[in-house]
């Protein structure tokens, strides 16, 4: 019978025994971490699972420990099947081990313990290191809210049956939420912020009870999902150029069975951690916009609050272990996650911005600086007009005569009226969520604009018109160039410019000064400056 390797000395031995045997294939590295050990040798890491017994998981005993490897390569291999292997079996002696077969059943009958195998990655590529090197580029953003929106999307298509009980059921989520308050409460040096603590203790609670009905729906609808769990920046790294996700949770179904906009709430909380409000806001904008989730935005804020303080009580934990400046700096932390999640609890009042004009005057690019600023979600009537097709954004329409959605269909004057009656319906959900909108649409006619700014006085928001205006020439060569690239969701050309310059409704006394022009005939440099100007005018001084 194989020696028990619930002993932590004894699994030591054996994973130095297997470096060791390694070291044949060149210089092993070793890395720790609280609950696995990594071996790193050439292009490949094998991992192991620590035999231990904590509050959150246990790993104690060997049939434990395959369980949580085969969970770890399930799970992952979903986003990273070029990272995640296989799992192994560690056979005897305990002093010169050897790796075995996968699949191998007398291998698997006399192993002492089990690897996870995987192929290494340039931990230059992580984003917690790109950040370092200031590396966070919009385009790398832009290209992670695709992949975020695409994995959260197949989740829901895929619809795999949950354990019994669920998971991710809503008392679960409000227990780890009081749970989490309370030990920051209870723990040893965080006495400076108990005032603070407490107060957004009865924000987290008022606020789990506000949200309980819209997150048993979620629930019911399949917005909960078995997701990655831990997507902070640290788990997110560039292969080939493209963002792959990795390290999913595998030791707790309940920490990964959570709402699609928890998970995103994790990214979105790093960034702002980081001092990147664009960048944060430019994401779930993305996200939102791929996913149609609308929904989902009133958890935002709440879920990103509550991973802010779970960094604030480990950084607690980390502090109560440490002296001198490495205490200093975990205190540190504790502050920082602390005052984040008070400003998430403190979001200003929304507004809504509505970016409008000809095709061609840059409203798109416009109205993603007004998302950045403001911190905001954009709504796009191209995509939104497509979605109601059930077309993604990048598709044409149908030519004349062939199967699908024609631009007679798509364009029609019943598929305008649907578009903006979609339009405000989403543009109320995410107001009444407490979070700023930027519409992205024509609004050539008075009466379209004029319906939002109804809804905008509905919703007590502040409301700004912000008309792109360009010379038309400058128009008409700008649509030719969109039109030979091919790379937007709009469908407009030179053509459709010079109809809509027949019908155009230039704004009147009664939209008064809630308009403001803005010329986007302008070197790309100078627009985000512009944009913040109209920006502080509208509102005063922006906090995000």
């Not at 975020?148 to 949950?162: I, K, N």
């Not at 790294?237 to 928890?262: G, K, S």
């Not at 960094?311 to 920082?336: D, N, S, Y």
């Not at 627009?527 to 100007?533: A, C, I, Q």
Request: charged share 25%.
């Amino acid at each position: 019978m194989p020696p028990d390797m619930a002993c932590d000395e004894l699994a030591l031995r054996l994973h130095q025994g297997l470096s060791r045997q390694l070291a044949a294939r060149g210089p092993v590295r070793t890395v720790e971490t609280h609950i696995s050990r990594l071996l790193l040798v050439g292009d490949d890491a094998y991992k192991f699972k620590k035999p231990l017994a904590l509050g959150f998981l246990d790993f104690s005993s060997l049939a434990a420990r395959r369980h949580f490897c085969e969970e770890e390569l399930r799970l992952n291999r979903r986003t990273a099947p070029q990272i995640y292997l296989e799992v192994l079996p560690v056979l005897g002696p305990v002093d010169a081990p050897r790796l075995g077969r996968a699949g191998d059943a007398a291998h698997a009958q006399a192993a002492l313990d089990w690897v996870l195998h995987m192929r290494r990655f340039d931990d230059r590529q992580v984003f917690d290191r790109l950040d370092e090197q200031a590396a966070l580029s919009p385009a790398r953003i832009d290209r992670l809210a695709q992949v975020l929106a695409g994995f959260h999307l197949r989740l829901q298509a895929e619809a795999a049956p949950a354990p019994e009980p669920h998971p991710g059921r809503t008392d679960r989520v409000g227990h780890w939420a009081r749970d989490n308050l309370q030990a920051l409460l209870s723990l040893p040096g965080g006495e400076p912020w108990h005032a603070a603590l407490q107060a957004l203790q009865r924000w987290t609670l008022d606020g789990f009870e506000r949200l309980r009905p819209l997150m048993a729906r979620r629930l019911a609808a399949g917005r909960v999902r078995e997701c990655h769990g831990d997507l902070h920046l640290g788990n997110l790294v560039l292969i080939e150029d493209e963002p792959v996700l990795f390290d999913a949770i595998e030791f707790n179904p309940e920490l990964r069975w959570i709402d699609v906009v928890a998970d995103l709430s994790f990214p979105f909380m790093d960034l702002l951690s980081r001092g990147h409000e664009a960048l944060a806001w430019r994401l779930v904008s993305a996200w939102f916009e791929h996913t149609g989730d609308h929904e989902g935005a009133a958890l935002l804020a709440w879920a990103a609050a509550y991973r802010a303080l779970v960094r604030a009580k480990v950084a607690l934990i980390q502090a109560g272990q440490l002296g001198g400046e490495a205490r200093h700096e975990a205190l540190g932390k504790v502050r920082a996650g602390i005052t984040l999640a008070q400003r998430l609890a403190r979001r200003p009042a929304p507004r809504l911005v509505i970016v409008w004009g000809l095709s061609g005057t840059g409203k798109s690019t416009v109205a993603q600086q007004v998302v950045q600023a403001l911190g905001a979600l954009r709504l796009r009537s191209d995509v939104e007009r497509k979605r109601l097709f059930g077309l993604q954004p990048s598709q044409r329409p149908a030519p004349a005569g062939q199967p699908g959605v024609g631009a007679d269909q798509l364009y029609a004057p019943e598929a305008t009226r649907r578009t903006y009656d979609r339009l405000e319906a989403l543009a109320s959900t995410v107001l009444a969520a407490g979070l700023s909108v930027v519409i992205d649409a024509a609004c050539l006619r008075r009466a379209e604009r004029d319906a939002l700014r109804s809804l905008a006085r509905t919703a007590g928001a502040e409301v700004l018109l912000l008309q792109c205006r360009a010379p038309v020439e400058a128009l008409r060569q700008r649509l030719q160039a969109r039109e030979r690239r091919g790379d937007d969701a709009s469908d407009a050309g030179v053509a459709v410019l010079e109809r809509q310059l027949g019908f155009i409704e230039p704004p009147c006394a009664a939209e008064g000064p809630a308009v403001v022009a803005l010329d986007t005939d302008v070197a790309p440099g100078l627009l985000p400056g512009r944009v913040r100007e109209v920006l502080d005018a509208a509102f005063g001084p922006l906090e995000a």
